[in-house]
Every structure is written in structure tokens, then in C-alpha cells.
């Protein structure tokens, strides 16, 4: 376990009411990490995967240290300055129209 | 002191509108979940403080928020709209098979009597219900597989429950309409369901008896006779005075009778409003003209309504849940237009005036009528 920094769109702030950047403190792969920020904050349940599948949603990306890991499993290590906590895991809404 | 509070759900954001009885000056709130469509926000009549909306979005899915102090502060609550089973497969625009899925709220429709209670209809296609102010919602399953879901199709909008309609005699008696599937009916709270669409004549499907396939657009009913129910289909007006066992048409002499929104004055259950939309292709006022037309006849006969509204030059397009009317002495009656304005007439349709003018697209207009 350790402090993961993850920085979340402004549609997901707003419905979060937190900063850009909050710190959860998960083991380092995604299905941790948004497990960790969907406990703390409830109302990004179904926001950024399917509830019950857990899948991402299709306009839901995820990029660290420079890389597009959205199809990464979710269950892979995170980059290692993640995990140390040196780099930013991004949630992003994809570039997909105004 | 009595007021009005109109509810505008917008392409970007909500809006509060609120005014006095006058309904002249009125004070502006928004956007409330700014960069989320929100298709629908509607008020509890058991309780005028608790609030519902439906902010949604393609990246994001959908979340519900509700209110308990008018709209002025929001908190969201459950968003997990799950079918019951297996929910098998129905038609597509090109006629394949295509399993269903949600995709978001359309219509929310508080209880009559439980501030706690909300219904809403959805894409695709269903109904749900929440019976804990929107923490958790089930699906009343009843609707869906009453038999012909699999022969449903969507409209160009989606294949959407957007109106409901309950009966405030009998909770237990519930109307939906579906686009492009029709009308349904439940007496029994909604266990089982029927389509009702007799009468209905839609050019678009091919034979002139087809239970279901209709694009109806939006129904109304006045609380003080629910047998009676007003439609605006994709193209005619039409009325049942028999609780939708048989529809006749009421298009009359209006310039075109397609057309999106319907309502009923509130006190006078026989005079109606629609606002004509040139065709289907078309999505804006014959003429750029903009008219509400109103008749006092329960249809047929027409009078356009044109004071306050631009007669020029106008290319905007009213949509289903965008129009609606409080219960005050003299009638108001609220539109909002996909150009952003929100217009309001304090005297049944006679004059207009602009409430704002340059909101993102309008989706839905509600109005709550405060004591």
C-alpha cells in the first residue's frame, strides 16, 4: 500500500467536490486505486467504470508518466513513479467532441 | 407569498428560475452541474423543497442529484440503473437486433404523495423507481416484457421512455410513452402493462394497425380528468377521452401538427397548448415564425399565440419535456427553445416575455407552483 496521487477531470471534481489532485492510499494498479477513490469518494461510483463489471467506461482514458495505460489489465502494476508516488495517475475524459 | 420556480435543463448545466405571483422580475440560479447534459429536473409535489435531476453525459454515464432545499444545494445519490435479467434484444434503425442498454435518464416523475418516491423512464427504453429519494432504483421489469419490447425501435433521439403520467385518482394507473414504440398503460402499479395505441396512424410504419412503432412525442392529462389524455405524436395531434383504449385526431387547423411538446392549462382541462414545428426534417417553426398555438375546443380549432415571440427570422426547435405550466390563478405558461431561451407568458399564452434569452440548448422545462 501506498499514497497514490490521481488527478480527476473537472466533470468528476465537481461531483467529488475535491481538488484536482487527491491521494488514496492503494496498492499500485488501477482496480486498487479507483477501489480506493470510489470508498472515498462515493459519488464517482459508475462515473469512471461500469459498477458492476468493473470495466472503464469507453470515453474514460487513463495516461502516466506519458503513457495511455487505459488498456493496460487492470490489474497490472502501475508505472513505478506512480507507485512511489513521484508521478500522477490521470483520469481523462476522452477527446471526443465539445 | 406564492411564486413560481421553473426548472430549465440545459445541454451544459440546470437552471432555477424563480419568481412572485406577478412573475415579472425573475432571479436566475445556474448553471447547477455545469458541462453535464441534463435532460430532465423535476420537483416533488409532496414536497416542494425535494428536487430531482439527471445530470448525464457521454463520457461519464449518468448520475442523479437531489435537492432538499428548492435547488440550492444538490448532493448526489444513486446512479446504478440496472435491467432484471437477461434484457434481450430490440430492433435498430436498420432494422438488426441490438441488445438493450442504458444509456440515461430521460424523465424523472415524483410521487404525488411521497416526496421519497420517483419514477423514471429511460434509454433504453424502462422504467425504474426509487423508493428511498433516489438511493437505489429498480427496474419495473413488467413494461419491457410485456411482449413486443423485442419489435420496439428507437427514435432519431433513442429508443427512450420520456413521458409518464400517473393518474392521481389511482397511483396504481400509469401511462408511458415510448419513442418510437407508443403508448402503454399499467393498472395494477405496474406489474403488467398493454400498449394502447388505437387509432394512432404513424406513415412511417406499414400497416395502419400496428400495436406498436408509433412515435409519439409527449402526452398531457389534467388531474381532473385522467380518462382524457392529449398527445403530440411525431406527426398529428390526437386526444382519448376513454383512458387511451382509442385515440382520434385533434390537429385541426394548425399550420403543420408536428411538433414536439403538449400541455394542458391548469384550470381549464379543455384548452391546450402545442408549439408547430415545420416536419420532421425540418426542426424548426414554419415561416420563422414563432407560435404557441392554444385551443380552448380540446383541439381542432387553433389560435397562434405571438405576442412577445420573435416572427422572424426564427430557426429554433422546442423539445418534448421543454414545455410546462403552473397553477397559479392566471395560468402561466413556460417553453424553452434548443436556441436557449426560456420564455414565460403570466396570462394563459397571451403575451410572452423573455426570462433569459441566451442559456445553452433548452432540454426541459418544469415549473413547480409554490404556496
Same mark, same amino acid.
Given at each position: 500500500m501506498s499514497e497514490i496521487r490521481v488527478q480527476l477531470p473537472a466533470h468528476l471534481r465537481q461531483l467529488a467536490?475535491?481538488?484536482?489532485?487527491?491521494?488514496?492510499?492503494?496498492?499500485?494498479?488501477?482496480?486498487?486505486?479507483?477501489?480506493?477513490?470510489?470508498?472515498?469518494?462515493?459519488?464517482?461510483?459508475?462515473?469512471?467504470?461500469?459498477?458492476?463489471?468493473?470495466?472503464?467506461?469507453?470515453?474514460v482514458r487513463f495516461y502516466a508518466c506519458e503513457e495511455d495505460l487505459s488498456h493496460e489489465s487492470p490489474d497490472a502494476p502501475l508505472p513505478e513513479p506512480v507507485a512511489a508516488g513521484r508521478e500522477p495517475l490521470l483520469v481523462i475524459g476522452a477527446m471526443a467532441g465539445g | 407569498m406564492s411564486g413560481v420556480r421553473v426548472l430549465v435543463g440545459t445541454r451544459k448545466g440546470a437552471f432555477v428560475l424563480t419568481s412572485d405571483e406577478a412573475r415579472r422580475d425573475w432571479q436566475v440560479d445556474g448553471p447547477h452541474f455545469p458541462g453535464w447534459e441534463v435532460y430532465h429536473l423535476n420537483g416533488s409535489p409532496a414536497d416542494p423543497d425535494r428536487l430531482y435531476a439527471a445530470p448525464s453525459g457521454g463520457w461519464f454515464g449518468q448520475v442523479i442529484q437531489?435537492?432538499?432545499?428548492?435547488?440550492?444545494?444538490?448532493?448526489?445519490v444513486g446512479n446504478d440503473f440496472q435491467y432484471i435479467g437477461d434484457p434481450g434484444t430490440h430492433q435498430w434503425y436498420d432494422g438488426s437486433l441490438r441488445p438493450w442498454e442504458f444509456t440515461r435518464v430521460w424523465h424523472l416523475a415524483p410521487s404525488t404523495s411521497d416526496p421519497d418516491t420517483v419514477l423514471a423512464g429511460v434509454q433504453d427504453a424502462a422504467l425504474f423507481k426509487t423508493t428511498d429519494a433516489g438511493q437505489t432504483w429498480t427496474e419495473l421489469p413488467g413494461l419491457r416484457? /410485456?411482449?413486443?419490447?423485442?419489435?420496439? /425501435?428507437?427514435?432519431?433521439?433513442?429508443? !427512450?421512455?420520456?413521458?409518464?403520467?400517473?393518474d392521481p385518482a389511482d397511483e396504481d394507473r400509469i401511462y408511458v410513452a415510448i419513442s418510437a414504440a407508443g403508448v402503454f398503460r399499467t393498472q395494477d402499479g405496474g406489474k403488467n402493462w398493454q400498449p394502447v395505441n388505437k387509432g394512432l396512424l404513424s406513415g412511417e410504419i406499414p400497416s395502419a394497425a400496428a400495436e406498436v412503432g408509433h412515435c409519439v412525442h409527449n402526452l398531457a392529462m389534467h388531474p381532473s380528468r385522467p380518462q382524457t389524455l392529449f398527445m403530440q405524436k411525431h406527426w398529428d395531434v390526437m386526444r382519448t377521452d376513454d383512458g387511451a383504449d382509442s385515440w382520434r385526431e385533434v390537429s385541426g387547423n394548425l399550420p403543420t401538427d408536428f411538433g414536439f411538446p403538449i400541455g394542458v392549462h391548469a384550470h381549464e382541462p379543455e384548452t391546450i397548448y402545442v408549439v408547430p414545428i415545420t416536419s420532421d426534417s425540418h426542426h424548426f417553426p414554419p415561416e420563422g415564425k414563432l407560435r404557441v398555438y392554444r385551443s380552448r375546443t380540446g383541439g381542432d380549432e387553433w389560435e397562434p399565440l405571438t405576442s412577445g415571440l420573435p416572427q422572424e427570422n426564427c430557426y429554433v426547435n422546442v423539445l418534448r419535456d421543454a414545455m410546462a405550466l403552473d397553477a397559479l390563478p392566471? !395560468?402561466?405558461?413556460?417553453?424553452?427553445?434548443?436556441?436557449? /431561451?426560456?420564455?414565460g407568458s403570466a396570462d394563459g399564452g397571451d403575451n410572452w416575455t423573455a426570462i433569459v434569452r441566451d442559456l445553452p440548448a433548452v432540454l426541459s422545462v418544469e415549473v413547480q407552483t409554490l404556496p
Open positions: 467536490r475535491c481538488e484536482r489532485e487527491v491521494q488514496v492510499d492503494a496498492e499500485a494498479t488501477q482496480r486498487a486505486v479507483l477501489d480506493a477513490l470510489e470508498l472515498r469518494y462515493p459519488a464517482l461510483r459508475g462515473t469512471i467504470r461500469d459498477p458492476r463489471t468493473g470495466v472503464r467506461r469507453p470515453f | 437531489r435537492s432538499d432545499d428548492g435547488g440550492r444545494t444538490w448532493d448526489p416484457e /410485456q411482449g413486443n419490447g423485442p419489435k420496439w /425501435q428507437p427514435g432519431a433521439g433513442g429508443m !427512450c421512455l420520456h413521458t409518464i403520467l400517473v392566471e !395560468c402561466g405558461v413556460y417553453f424553452g427553445t434548443t436556441g436557449g /431561451q426560456v420564455y
